[in-house]
Protein backbone atom coordinates (compact mmCIF):
# COMPACT_ATOMS: atom_id res chain seq x y z
CA UNK A 1 0.00 0.00 0.00
CA UNK A 2 1.82 3.39 -0.95
CA UNK A 3 1.53 6.19 1.15
CA UNK A 4 -2.45 7.67 2.24
CA UNK A 5 -4.36 9.52 -0.40
CA UNK A 6 -5.14 12.85 2.05
CA UNK A 7 -6.79 15.62 0.80
CA UNK A 8 -7.52 18.48 3.12
CA UNK A 9 -10.93 19.65 3.72
CA UNK A 10 -9.78 22.88 5.64
CA UNK A 11 -7.04 24.76 6.80
CA UNK A 12 -5.37 23.20 9.81
CA UNK A 13 -5.34 26.38 11.98
CA UNK A 14 -9.19 26.09 13.23
CA UNK A 15 -10.79 28.95 13.50
CA UNK A 16 -14.59 28.74 15.13
CA UNK A 17 -17.67 30.19 13.22
CA UNK A 18 -19.38 32.83 14.22
CA UNK A 19 -22.47 31.89 15.34
CA UNK A 20 -25.80 33.84 15.19
CA UNK A 21 -29.75 33.12 14.95
CA UNK A 22 -31.27 33.71 11.91
CA UNK A 23 -34.20 35.65 11.28
CA UNK A 24 -37.46 33.91 10.14
CA UNK A 25 -39.69 37.22 9.85
CA UNK A 26 -38.94 40.81 10.82
CA UNK A 27 -40.26 39.77 14.16
CA UNK A 28 -39.22 36.32 14.97
CA UNK A 29 -35.56 35.25 16.22
CA UNK A 30 -35.73 31.92 17.09
CA UNK A 31 -33.16 29.95 18.94
CA UNK A 32 -31.48 27.43 16.96
CA UNK A 33 -29.26 25.10 19.28
CA UNK A 34 -25.57 23.65 18.92
CA UNK A 35 -24.97 20.31 20.19
CA UNK A 36 -21.69 20.34 22.02
CA UNK A 37 -19.92 17.01 23.70
CA UNK A 38 -17.15 17.23 26.40
CA UNK A 39 -14.08 14.86 26.33
CA UNK A 40 -11.59 15.07 29.78
CA UNK A 41 -8.36 14.42 29.15
CA UNK A 42 -6.87 16.07 32.32
CA UNK A 43 -3.55 13.09 33.03
CA UNK A 44 -4.69 13.40 36.89
CA UNK A 45 -7.98 13.45 36.83
CA UNK A 46 -9.85 10.73 37.17
CA UNK A 47 -12.89 12.20 36.89
CA UNK A 48 -14.20 16.28 35.58
CA UNK A 49 -17.17 18.07 35.99
CA UNK A 50 -18.11 20.86 34.02
CA UNK A 51 -20.48 23.68 34.17
CA UNK A 52 -22.21 26.87 31.86
CA UNK A 53 -23.60 29.68 33.66
CA UNK A 54 -23.03 28.03 37.07
CA UNK A 55 -24.82 25.33 36.06
CA UNK A 56 -23.98 21.71 35.89
CA UNK A 57 -23.59 20.69 31.97
CA UNK A 58 -21.58 17.35 32.54
CA UNK A 59 -21.01 15.63 36.22
CA UNK A 60 -18.36 12.87 36.83
CA UNK A 61 -16.92 12.31 33.49
CA UNK A 62 -14.67 9.66 33.20
CA UNK A 63 -10.90 10.43 32.04
CA UNK A 64 -11.00 9.30 28.11
CA UNK A 65 -14.48 8.68 28.01
CA UNK A 66 -16.65 11.53 25.78
CA UNK A 67 -20.29 12.44 26.87
CA UNK A 68 -22.84 12.27 24.73
CA UNK A 69 -24.16 15.61 22.88
CA UNK A 70 -26.50 18.08 24.52
CA UNK A 71 -27.53 21.47 23.65
CA UNK A 72 -27.03 24.66 24.30
CA UNK A 73 -28.04 28.39 22.80
CA UNK A 74 -25.82 29.18 19.43
CA UNK A 75 -24.20 32.50 21.35
CA UNK A 76 -21.23 33.30 23.11
CA UNK A 77 -20.67 30.37 25.63
CA UNK A 78 -18.42 29.65 28.27
CA UNK A 79 -17.65 26.25 29.86
CA UNK A 80 -15.89 26.31 33.43
CA UNK A 81 -14.04 22.70 34.30
CA UNK A 82 -13.71 21.61 37.62
CA UNK A 83 -11.53 18.58 39.04
CA UNK A 84 -12.69 16.63 41.67
CA UNK A 85 -12.45 18.64 45.23
CA UNK A 86 -11.60 21.87 43.79
CA UNK A 87 -14.03 24.88 44.49
CA UNK A 88 -12.86 26.75 41.21
CA UNK A 89 -12.73 26.23 37.64
CA UNK A 90 -9.64 24.55 36.58
CA UNK A 91 -9.98 25.89 33.39
CA UNK A 92 -12.71 27.97 31.07
CA UNK A 93 -13.20 27.10 27.52
CA UNK A 94 -14.74 29.67 25.91
CA UNK A 95 -16.43 29.58 21.64
CA UNK A 96 -18.93 31.32 19.66
CA UNK A 97 -21.37 28.34 19.19
CA UNK A 98 -22.88 28.15 15.64
CA UNK A 99 -26.47 27.02 15.11
CA UNK A 100 -27.32 23.47 14.08
CA UNK A 101 -23.56 22.57 14.24
CA UNK A 102 -21.69 20.26 16.50
CA UNK A 103 -18.99 20.50 18.74
CA UNK A 104 -16.25 18.74 21.09
CA UNK A 105 -14.53 20.63 24.01
CA UNK A 106 -11.86 19.13 25.35
CA UNK A 107 -9.95 19.91 28.57
CA UNK A 108 -6.23 18.52 29.04
CA UNK A 109 -2.86 19.05 30.32
CA UNK A 110 -2.79 18.63 34.10
CA UNK A 111 -4.70 20.01 37.00
CA UNK A 112 -1.76 22.19 37.46
CA UNK A 113 -1.48 23.05 34.03
CA UNK A 114 -5.02 22.86 32.54
CA UNK A 115 -6.08 23.59 29.22
CA UNK A 116 -8.77 23.08 26.57
CA UNK A 117 -9.92 23.88 23.44
CA UNK A 118 -13.28 23.50 21.09
CA UNK A 119 -13.55 21.61 17.68
CA UNK A 120 -16.24 21.95 15.59
CA UNK A 121 -17.30 18.40 14.71
CA UNK A 122 -18.33 19.23 10.83
CA UNK A 123 -17.47 16.56 8.47
CA UNK A 124 -18.56 15.31 4.76
CA UNK A 125 -20.42 12.47 3.74
CA UNK A 126 -17.31 9.59 3.11
CA UNK A 127 -18.23 7.25 0.15
CA UNK A 128 -16.75 4.03 0.11
CA UNK A 129 -13.64 2.76 0.21
CA UNK A 130 -13.06 5.94 2.32
CA UNK A 131 -12.28 7.03 6.18
CA UNK A 132 -11.80 10.30 7.48
CA UNK A 133 -9.26 11.20 10.37
CA UNK A 134 -8.73 14.34 12.95
CA UNK A 135 -5.77 14.55 15.01
CA UNK A 136 -5.55 16.18 18.29
CA UNK A 137 -2.27 16.58 20.35
CA UNK A 138 -3.06 17.02 23.86
CA UNK A 139 -0.52 14.79 25.25
CA UNK A 140 0.98 17.11 28.07
CA UNK A 141 5.09 17.22 28.13
CA UNK A 142 4.88 16.21 24.72
CA UNK A 143 5.96 19.02 22.73
CA UNK A 144 6.40 19.12 18.71
CA UNK A 145 5.49 15.24 17.34
CA UNK A 146 5.79 14.30 13.56
CA UNK A 147 2.37 12.12 12.18
CA UNK A 148 3.15 9.46 10.74
CA UNK A 149 0.23 7.12 8.90
CA UNK A 150 1.80 4.63 6.17
CA UNK A 151 1.61 1.30 4.74
CA UNK A 152 2.18 -1.25 7.88
CA UNK A 153 6.52 -1.77 7.76
CA UNK A 154 7.21 0.73 5.63
CA UNK A 155 10.63 2.36 6.61
CA UNK A 156 10.71 5.74 7.58
CA UNK A 157 13.90 6.67 5.78
CA UNK A 158 13.14 9.88 3.84
CA UNK A 159 9.58 9.85 4.17
CA UNK A 160 8.05 13.06 5.09
CA UNK A 161 5.00 12.99 8.04
CA UNK A 162 1.46 14.11 7.31
CA UNK A 163 1.48 16.69 9.78
CA UNK A 164 3.85 18.10 12.34
CA UNK A 165 1.46 18.79 15.28
CA UNK A 166 2.28 21.19 18.25
CA UNK A 167 1.12 20.62 21.81
CA UNK A 168 -2.49 22.12 21.84
CA UNK A 169 -2.74 21.64 17.93
CA UNK A 170 -5.25 19.74 15.79
CA UNK A 171 -5.84 19.07 12.00
CA UNK A 172 -9.43 19.59 10.37
CA UNK A 173 -10.77 16.44 9.08
CA UNK A 174 -9.20 14.76 5.69
CA UNK A 175 -10.05 11.75 3.74
CA UNK A 176 -7.73 8.80 2.71
CA UNK A 177 -8.24 5.35 1.46
CA UNK A 178 -9.69 2.85 4.45
CA UNK A 179 -7.90 -0.21 5.01
CA UNK A 180 -4.24 -1.42 7.12
CA UNK A 181 -1.80 1.14 8.14
CA UNK A 182 0.21 1.72 10.86
CA UNK A 183 0.57 5.02 13.13
CA UNK A 184 3.75 5.93 14.09
CA UNK A 185 4.30 9.66 16.64
CA UNK A 186 7.99 10.58 16.41
CA UNK A 187 9.10 13.73 19.05
CA UNK A 188 9.84 16.26 16.23
CA UNK A 189 13.44 16.72 15.59
CA UNK A 190 14.32 14.05 17.40
CA UNK A 191 14.18 10.73 15.86
CA UNK A 192 12.06 9.69 18.97
CA UNK A 193 9.82 7.06 18.39
CA UNK A 194 6.96 7.85 21.30
CA UNK A 195 4.07 5.97 19.73
CA UNK A 196 3.65 2.74 17.24
CA UNK A 197 0.35 1.17 16.69
CA UNK A 198 1.66 -1.90 14.75
CA UNK A 199 -0.96 -2.08 12.26
CA UNK A 200 -4.15 -1.34 12.48
CA UNK A 201 -7.47 -0.85 10.40
CA UNK A 202 -9.26 2.28 9.27
CA UNK A 203 -12.92 1.25 8.60
CA UNK A 204 -14.30 2.18 5.92
CA UNK A 205 -16.70 5.29 5.96
CA UNK A 206 -15.61 5.83 9.26
CA UNK A 207 -15.56 9.55 10.61
CA UNK A 208 -12.52 9.44 13.82
CA UNK A 209 -10.61 11.92 15.50
CA UNK A 210 -7.47 10.39 17.21
CA UNK A 211 -6.81 11.74 20.23
CA UNK A 212 -3.19 11.80 21.25
CA UNK A 213 -2.91 12.08 24.92
CA UNK A 214 -0.35 11.33 28.49
CA UNK A 215 -1.48 9.38 31.34
CA UNK A 216 1.83 9.01 33.37
CA UNK A 217 4.56 9.11 30.69
CA UNK A 218 5.25 11.17 28.23
CA UNK A 219 7.74 9.53 26.67
CA UNK A 220 6.11 6.68 25.38
CA UNK A 221 1.97 8.17 24.94
CA UNK A 222 -1.07 6.91 23.95
CA UNK A 223 -3.95 7.39 21.09
CA UNK A 224 -7.80 7.50 21.51
CA UNK A 225 -10.22 6.79 18.54
CA UNK A 226 -13.35 8.73 19.16
CA UNK A 227 -16.12 8.18 16.49
CA UNK A 228 -18.46 10.33 15.41
CA UNK A 229 -21.19 8.56 17.58
CA UNK A 230 -18.77 9.10 21.17
CA UNK A 231 -17.60 5.33 20.37
CA UNK A 232 -14.67 5.30 22.04
CA UNK A 233 -11.45 2.48 21.66
CA UNK A 234 -7.84 2.91 22.81
CA UNK A 235 -5.01 1.96 19.93
CA UNK A 236 -2.44 0.24 21.96
CA UNK A 237 1.09 1.56 22.12
CA UNK A 238 3.38 -1.62 20.96
CA UNK A 239 6.39 0.27 22.78
CA UNK A 240 7.45 1.52 25.96
CA UNK A 241 10.09 3.97 26.93
CA UNK A 242 13.16 3.12 29.01
CA UNK A 243 16.14 5.39 30.51
CA UNK A 244 19.47 4.16 32.25
CA UNK A 245 21.39 4.93 35.29
CA UNK A 246 24.77 3.93 35.96
CA UNK A 247 25.02 3.32 40.21
CA UNK A 248 27.46 0.12 39.63
CA UNK A 249 30.50 2.07 41.26
CA UNK A 250 33.40 -0.40 40.04
CA UNK A 251 32.23 -0.86 36.37
CA UNK A 252 32.94 2.46 34.88
CA UNK A 253 31.32 3.26 32.17
CA UNK A 254 28.56 0.76 31.03
CA UNK A 255 26.49 -0.40 28.10
CA UNK A 256 22.98 -1.44 28.13
CA UNK A 257 20.92 -4.33 25.96
CA UNK A 258 17.16 -5.87 25.73
CA UNK A 259 17.38 -9.26 23.82
CA UNK A 260 20.94 -8.71 22.56
CA UNK A 261 20.31 -5.26 20.72
CA UNK A 262 21.85 -2.62 21.78
CA UNK A 263 19.85 0.59 23.99
CA UNK A 264 21.98 2.80 25.86
CA UNK A 265 26.00 2.38 25.18
CA UNK A 266 28.72 4.30 27.33
CA UNK A 267 26.66 5.78 30.25
CA UNK A 268 29.63 6.84 32.95
CA UNK A 269 29.36 6.43 36.47
CA UNK A 270 27.03 8.29 38.22
CA UNK A 271 25.74 9.01 34.86
CA UNK A 272 22.15 8.31 33.05
CA UNK A 273 21.09 8.52 29.29
CA UNK A 274 20.26 11.87 28.52
CA UNK A 275 16.91 10.76 27.75
CA UNK A 276 14.14 8.17 27.40
CA UNK A 277 14.89 5.03 24.72
CA UNK A 278 12.18 3.06 22.99
CA UNK A 279 11.52 -0.73 23.50
CA UNK A 280 8.78 -3.03 22.23
CA UNK A 281 6.34 -3.70 24.71
CA UNK A 282 6.98 -7.71 26.28
CA UNK A 283 9.47 -9.29 28.69
CA UNK A 284 13.28 -8.85 27.26
CA UNK A 285 16.34 -10.80 28.77
CA UNK A 286 18.33 -7.12 29.74
CA UNK A 287 22.13 -6.86 30.19
CA UNK A 288 25.00 -4.54 31.52
CA UNK A 289 28.14 -4.70 29.91
CA UNK A 290 31.41 -3.01 31.09
CA UNK A 291 31.89 -0.59 27.48
CA UNK A 292 35.71 -1.15 28.42
CA UNK A 293 34.87 -5.01 27.84
CA UNK A 294 31.96 -5.51 25.54
CA UNK A 295 31.06 -9.04 24.89
CA UNK A 296 31.25 -9.84 28.63
CA UNK A 297 27.90 -9.43 30.22
CA UNK A 298 28.18 -7.88 33.84
CA UNK A 299 24.68 -8.03 35.55
CA UNK A 300 21.55 -9.86 33.16
CA UNK A 301 17.35 -9.96 34.35
CA UNK A 302 14.31 -10.06 32.37
CA UNK A 303 11.99 -7.35 32.99
CA UNK A 304 8.72 -6.82 31.75
CA UNK A 305 7.42 -3.15 30.04
CA UNK A 306 4.06 -2.12 29.65
CA UNK A 307 2.37 -0.20 26.90
CA UNK A 308 3.10 3.35 26.90
CA UNK A 309 5.06 3.17 30.33
CA UNK A 310 8.34 5.47 31.32
CA UNK A 311 10.95 3.54 33.23
CA UNK A 312 14.31 3.75 34.42
CA UNK A 313 16.67 0.93 34.38
CA UNK A 314 19.21 1.20 37.15
CA UNK A 315 22.29 -1.20 37.62
CA UNK A 316 23.92 -0.71 41.28
CA UNK A 317 26.13 -2.64 43.55
CA UNK A 318 29.63 -3.61 43.29
CA UNK A 319 31.24 -5.80 40.85
CA UNK A 320 30.42 -9.89 41.31
CA UNK A 321 27.05 -8.73 42.92
CA UNK A 322 25.91 -6.01 40.57
CA UNK A 323 21.84 -5.41 40.75
CA UNK A 324 19.41 -4.46 37.65
CA UNK A 325 16.16 -2.56 39.27
CA UNK A 326 13.43 -1.13 36.73
CA UNK A 327 11.54 1.79 38.43
CA UNK A 328 8.38 2.81 37.10
CA UNK A 329 8.60 6.90 36.33
CA UNK A 330 5.85 9.51 36.06
CA UNK A 331 6.91 12.37 34.39
CA UNK A 332 3.98 15.16 34.51
CA UNK A 333 5.70 18.45 35.04
CA UNK A 334 4.36 20.06 38.34
CA UNK A 335 3.17 23.96 38.24
CA UNK A 336 5.56 26.92 37.54
CA UNK A 337 7.91 27.34 40.44
CA UNK A 338 7.14 23.90 41.56
CA UNK A 339 9.47 20.89 41.18
CA UNK A 340 8.66 17.02 41.33
CA UNK A 341 10.93 14.71 43.13
CA UNK A 342 11.96 11.44 44.07
CA UNK A 343 14.69 10.01 45.82
CA UNK A 344 16.42 6.45 45.18
CA UNK A 345 18.04 4.24 47.17
CA UNK A 346 21.43 2.80 44.90
CA UNK A 347 23.77 1.78 47.05
CA UNK A 348 23.95 -1.68 48.48
CA UNK A 349 25.95 -0.30 51.97
CA UNK A 350 22.89 1.75 52.92
CA UNK A 351 20.11 -0.65 53.68
CA UNK A 352 17.45 2.04 54.11
CA UNK A 353 16.81 5.89 54.96
CA UNK A 354 14.65 8.45 55.58
CA UNK A 355 14.81 12.41 53.35
CA UNK A 356 14.62 14.99 55.16
CA UNK A 357 14.38 18.28 53.35
CA UNK A 358 14.58 21.22 55.63
CA UNK A 359 13.67 19.80 58.38
CA UNK A 360 10.91 18.48 57.11
CA UNK A 361 10.73 14.05 56.21
CA UNK A 362 9.58 13.87 52.75
CA UNK A 363 10.17 9.92 52.67
CA UNK A 364 10.93 7.22 54.72
CA UNK A 365 12.70 3.56 54.63
CA UNK A 366 13.85 3.98 51.03
CA UNK A 367 15.57 0.33 50.83
CA UNK A 368 18.51 -0.53 48.68
CA UNK A 369 17.17 -0.55 45.04
CA UNK A 370 13.75 1.11 45.28
CA UNK A 371 12.45 4.77 45.19
CA UNK A 372 10.29 6.97 47.14
CA UNK A 373 6.49 8.31 46.53
CA UNK A 374 7.12 11.80 44.23
CA UNK A 375 7.06 15.04 46.05
CA UNK A 376 6.53 18.37 45.25
CA UNK A 377 8.82 21.24 46.88
CA UNK A 378 9.54 24.79 45.25
CA UNK A 379 12.85 25.39 43.07
CA UNK A 380 14.76 26.60 45.71
CA UNK A 381 18.17 25.94 47.56
CA UNK A 382 17.39 23.15 49.46
CA UNK A 383 19.16 21.07 52.58
CA UNK A 384 18.76 17.43 51.99
CA UNK A 385 19.70 14.61 54.58
CA UNK A 386 19.71 11.19 53.99
CA UNK A 387 18.91 9.50 57.91
CA UNK A 388 19.03 6.41 59.59
CA UNK A 389 15.27 5.55 59.42
CA UNK A 390 13.63 6.70 62.20
CA UNK A 391 16.26 9.07 63.67
CA UNK A 392 18.09 12.20 62.84
CA UNK A 393 21.25 10.77 62.63
CA UNK A 394 22.52 11.57 58.97
CA UNK A 395 24.24 9.14 56.73
CA UNK A 396 24.54 12.10 53.99
CA UNK A 397 24.45 15.64 53.76
CA UNK A 398 23.71 17.72 50.77
CA UNK A 399 24.29 21.29 52.27
CA UNK A 400 22.61 22.91 48.77
CA UNK A 401 20.76 21.36 46.10
CA UNK A 402 17.97 23.30 43.77
CA UNK A 403 15.28 21.07 41.39
CA UNK A 404 14.27 23.09 38.23
CA UNK A 405 10.88 24.58 38.05
CA UNK A 406 8.50 22.39 36.12
CA UNK A 407 11.18 19.36 35.92
CA UNK A 408 10.72 16.11 37.36
CA UNK A 409 13.96 14.39 38.67
CA UNK A 410 15.46 11.56 40.42
CA UNK A 411 17.88 12.03 43.47
CA UNK A 412 19.76 9.13 43.21
CA UNK A 413 22.59 8.10 46.98
CA UNK A 414 25.03 5.35 45.19
CA UNK A 415 28.40 4.36 45.88
CA UNK A 416 29.85 2.36 48.80
CA UNK A 417 29.98 3.44 52.36
CA UNK A 418 33.06 4.73 52.08
CA UNK A 419 32.41 7.07 49.30
CA UNK A 420 28.71 7.91 48.84
CA UNK A 421 27.51 10.52 46.70
CA UNK A 422 24.53 12.00 45.29
CA UNK A 423 23.29 12.28 41.58
CA UNK A 424 20.42 14.04 40.29
CA UNK A 425 18.89 13.96 36.85
CA UNK A 426 15.86 15.16 35.14
CA UNK A 427 13.39 12.65 33.63
CA UNK A 428 10.45 14.92 32.25
CA UNK A 429 12.94 15.91 28.73
Known sequence: MSLPRISFLAAIAFTLAIGGCKVDTINSFPVKPASVRFAGLVADAATLNVQQNNTTAWSDVPFAQPTAYQQFDNKQT???????????????????????????????????????????????????????????HVAEGVNGLDVYLTSPGLVLTNVSPQYQLGYAGNTNFALTNSGDYELRLLRSNSGFVAFDSGTITLPDQATQTLYIYAKDATHAINVLRVDAAGNTSLIPNTIAAVKV???????????????????????????????YYSI?????????EATA?????????????????????????????????????????????????????????????????DGSVKATNVTYTHASPYFNIDNSNHKVQFMV?????????????????????SLYLMGPSSDLRKFLTQDNI
Not at 389 to 409: A, E, R
Open 280 to 288: PVGTHAITF
Open 78 to 136: TFDVFAPGTTSAITSISGSLAAQQQYTIVAFGTVANPQGLIQGDSFSTVNPGNTQLRFT
Open 293 to 357: TPGATIASASETFDSATDSTLLVSGANGSLVISKLADSNLAPASGVATVRVVNASPDVPAFDVVV
Open 389 to 409: PGTMTPIFTIDSQQFGTQQVS
Open 245 to 275: VNAAYQAGAVDQKWDGTTGATNVPYPGATQT
